[in-house]
């Protein structure tokens, strides 16, 4: 990591539009500002978890300069589901700091194996492509705030 980055933005996230699913790079300063597809023009919320896949985790992970948080989980997880309203109110916090992501492990078993997920929720904090914080099992909104954090 340099010291000497004299790039004007903080950051940017590359994400698939939930519409058209057309690539987008958005710069940090506008992920807060209700940012549109450039292909489509839908809406894409960054204030809300992002729903990867198989197909799109690693190339928002590798191309986004920004922090990713990704939350794996199952929709059958007792622990996820109370979970989830931290990891919900954790995206509308770090909007424009970082991305919030979830992984369903039961649709996306691939990356779930990948990653060598075991127990979920585990919630796995990305900096630049690479694998910075694990943590397995539920964790209230500070923890998962101060993961982000260094
Ligand atoms: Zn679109």
């Not at 710069?27 to 839908?42: F, S, V, Y």
């Not at 109110?89 to 970082?98: D, E």
């Not at 779930?112 to 209230?140: D, H, L, Y």
Request: hydrophobic letters at 40%; a positive charge.
């Amino acid at each position: 990591m340099s010291t000497t980055q004299s790039d004007a933005t903080a950051g940017s996230l590359t994400v698939p539009c939930p519409s058209c699913h057309k690539w987008n790079r958005i710069d940090a300063a506008r992920a807060t500002a209700g940012p549109k597809c450039g292909a489509c023009g839908a809406a894409i919320p960054l204030d809300q978890p992002m729903h990867l896949d198989d197909t799109s985790f690693d190339r928002v992970i590798a191309a986004s300069t920004l922090p990713v948080m990704v939350d794996f989980y199952a929709d059958w997880c007792g622990p996820c589901k109370m979970m989830a309203p931290a990891v919900d109110q954790l995206a509308r916090a770090s909007a424009g700091t970082a991305l919030v992501a979830k992984l369903d492990t039961e649709a996306a078993p691939r990356t779930a194996q990948r990653f060598n997920i075991r127990g979920i929720p585990t919630v796995i904090v990305f900096r630049g492509g690479r694998e910075a914080k694990r943590q397995s099992g539920a964790m209230p909104f500070g923890a998962l705030r101060a993961m982000l954090g260094d």
